[in-house]
């Protein structure tokens, strides 16, 4: 399982949000590629990088983040936020981004997304499934539809879906644990997804817990920056 640190964007700074409420947002450091290279230095491979920015405004707004962390550093790095058009998707992907989460736009636009998995290959689009209480969660979690993660999930797989990160909306920032459920209950439905948990991983616990029914990866944020979760730990788990 791969561990997947987060970085998330607002006028270029490195914060966290809790339950994505933009008003409970906390400042972590103002330079996001010297946190990234703080996780490459304890054996992290991978980023996963969101601009909050982009995310509410629909358009991508942090990209010169994005250039920095990759030209600076040797991490894979996953791009979400704000990209609402094959434009945006090809700045991501010139920027340095390897893979692109593709959210609201998946259900909003899903034969723009479904023609990106067909054009540039299921390696290179994930699935963002935000949920509250199984249904999907759109427009920064503001909006809960009544489409079913499960559906959704299984409308992508019929197009060759390999990746997807499923967030529960309620877990995310208060680090009570992760849905393990919920996780648990998608890879039953789905075994050869590439499942990528993210929200409420507080303790190597939760990490083992992850590990063991099956995930391909764990997004872990407010944990590193509030010291629930030491690098060290995550080196030593690697």
């Not at 644990?177 to 998608?186: A, E, K, M, R, V």
């Amino acid at each position: 399982m791969e561990i997947i640190p987060a970085i998330d964007i607002i006028d270029g700074k490195c914060v966290r949000l809790t339950r994505g409420d933009y008003r409970q947002k906390k400042e972590y450091n103002t330079d996001p590629l010297e946190v990234a290279r703080e996780f490459e230095d304890h054996g992290i491979k991978r980023l996963h990088l969101v601009d909050l920015d982009g995310a509410r405004k629909k358009e991508i707004v942090n990209l010169k983040v994005l250039e920095r962390i990759s030209h600076y550093s040797n991490l894979k790095i996953d791009f979400g936020g704000g990209i609402q058009s094959e434009g945006d998707l090809k700045k991501a992907f010139s920027a340095g981004a390897q893979q692109v989460t593709a959210g609201s736009l998946a259900v909003k636009n899903p034969l723009m997304v479904i023609n990106w998995l067909q054009h540039y290959g299921p390696k290179k689009i994930i699935l963002g499934a935000d949920v509250i209480d199984r249904k999907i969660a759109v427009s920064g979690w503001t909006e809960k539809t009544k489409l079913d993660v499960f559906e959704l999930i299984l409308e992508y797989r019929k197009h060759n879906l390999k990746y997807a990160i499923c967030t529960d909306v309620d877990k995310d920032g208060v680090m009570q644990g992760p849905s393990l459920t919920l996780y648990q209950d998608i890879l039953a439905k789905f075994p050869d997804l590439n499942l990528i948990a993210s929200g409420g991983i507080t303790t190597i616990e939760d990490l083992k817990s992850l590990k063991k029914m099956g995930c391909s990866g764990a997004i872990i944020g407010k944990a590193i920056y509030e010291k629930k979760i030491s690098l060290k730990q995550l080196e030593e788990f690697l």
